[in-house]
Nanobody, 122 residues
């Protein structure tokens, strides 16, 4: 299985970026999907998640600014990031987690992408 992220880059504060994560080798619509990020010197943080039923959730730090979505036909997960702030600067990782029955826990991640760097700076 492979997850490949793209779409990162340098953006000014207040700007937008859309990250993409294309999956292969997994039954995409059966996995809990998420975006994590990790800034230098900080722990990896779960910022957005989407379970197998389409329910979504966000960390308080990005709620109202980020939107997670997926296209099953393209086996691609997206993260639309608006109103970006310097504190959003981090490496962003796509993650796929097999559900435990009907539940998604996002703790023992089965597959990780290689990451894409997002830098918010003027």
């Amino acid at each position: 299985a492979q997850l490949v992220e793209s779409g990162g880059g340098l953006v000014q504060p207040g700007g937008s970026l859309r990250l993409s994560c294309t999956a292969s080798g997994i039954t995409f619509n059966r996995y809990c999907m998420a975006w994590f990020r990790q800034a230098p010197g900080k722990e990896r943080e779960l910022v957005a998640r989407r379970d197998t039923k389409g329910n979504t959730g966000y960390s308080d730090s990005v709620k109202g600014r980020f939107t997670i979505s997926k296209d099953n036909a393209k086996t691609t997960l997206y993260l639309q990031m608006d109103s970006l702030k310097p504190e959003d600067t981090a490496m962003y990782y796509c993650a796929a987690d097999a559900p435990s029955g009907p539940w998604c826990f996002y703790r023992n991640i089965d597959f990780w992408g290689q990451g894409t760097q997002v830098t918010v700076s003027s």
